[in-house]
């Protein structure tokens, strides 16, 4: 199997995403779980936690992005732990080391990597950020953009160089240089975070549009 033809994530929510859980926790989650006049994607009663897959939307709509942080209060205020996967990660070791937490094992890990991906080698991977999608960060609202910023700030290191990496590629050979058409330009903390130099210790995952450093 090419690199290349290894599936990504970002897509089903429903379809994958409870099947990456399923690797890491014994607990059942169910799928669409009403809180009031709020769903939750997925929910375990036992370990008082929910999932959210935050799509697009929670980027470019403003009635979502304020809509989640209800949400997310009226959880809290029930002692429910929110966890979010935005759309652009991966599966890499440190996402789910980060967002799994003590639940997270190596073992698990490569579990998952070779039933999901049909590798035991993470590097053959897709990286976490933007590679055919169009929905790319253009799209994005003022909020949605704090969003994304935020979360890359508090996240691991590597992510926020693989996404980077994977947008500065996505400029160059979707845009043909046009960036505005695939990053907010207009905006100056993203534009902050965009022109940082990229860390290569990062880098060796397959980046769809351009190479594996």
Same mark, same amino acid.
């Given at each position: 199997?090419?690199?290349?033809?290894?599936?990504?994530?970002? !897509?089903?929510?429903r379809? &994958?995403?409870?099947?990456?859980?399923?690797?890491?926790?014994?607990?059942q989650?169910?799928?669409?779980?009403?809180?009031?006049?709020? @769903?939750?994607? =997925?929910?375990?009663?036992?370990?008082?936690?929910?999932?959210?897959?935050? !799509?697009?939307q929670?980027?470019?709509?403003?009635?979502?992005?304020?809509?989640?942080?209800? @949400?997310?209060?009226?959880l809290e205020g029930?002692?429910?732990?929110?966890?979010?996967?935005?759309?652009?990660?991966?599966?890499?070791?440190?996402?789910?080391?980060?967002? =799994?937490?003590?639940?997270?094992?190596?073992?698990? =890990?490569l579990?998952?990597?070779?039933?999901?991906f !049909?590798?035991?080698?993470?590097?053959e991977?897709?990286?976490p950020?933007?590679?055919?999608?169009?929905?790319i960060?253009?799209?994005?609202?003022?909020?949605?953009?704090?969003?994304?910023? &935020?979360?890359?700030?508090?996240?691991?290191?590597?992510?926020?160089?693989?996404?980077?990496?994977?947008?500065k590629?996505?400029?160059?050979?979707?845009?043909?240089?046009?960036?505005?058409i695939?990053?907010?330009t207009?905006?100056?903390?993203?534009?902050?975070?965009f022109?940082?130099?990229?860390?290569?210790?990062?880098?060796?995952?397959v980046?769809?549009? !351009?190479?594996?450093?």
């Amino acid at each position: 199997m090419k690199p290349s033809d290894i599936g990504i994530l970002p !897509g089903r929510k429903r379809g &994958n995403f409870d099947e990456l859980l399923s690797f890491f926790y014994d607990t059942q989650f169910q799928k669409e779980m009403k809180f009031g006049r709020f @769903k939750v994607d =997925f929910y375990s009663e036992e370990m008082k936690l929910a999932f959210e897959y935050d !799509g697009i939307q929670h980027y470019s709509v403003i009635q979502k992005i304020e809509s989640d942080k209800r @949400k997310n209060k009226l959880l809290e205020g029930e002692g429910i732990k929110v966890v979010r996967w935005p759309y652009y990660y991966m599966p890499t070791k440190d996402t789910c080391k980060y967002i =799994f937490q003590d639940h997270y094992s190596d073992q698990k =890990f490569l579990s998952m990597l070779k039933t999901m991906f !049909g590798t035991d080698n993470e590097s053959e991977m897709s990286s976490p950020g933007f590679h055919t999608t169009a929905n790319i960060p253009a799209n994005f609202i003022w909020p949605g953009i704090d969003k994304f910023i &935020n979360e890359l700030d508090i996240g691991p290191s590597s992510i926020t160089h693989q996404v980077r990496h994977s947008l500065k590629l996505y400029c160059q050979k979707r845009a043909k240089d046009n960036s505005k058409i695939v990053i907010p330009t207009y905006h100056e903390k993203f534009m902050e975070f965009f022109n940082r130099d990229d860390d290569a210790v990062y880098l060796d995952l397959v980046y769809r549009n !351009g190479f594996k450093t």
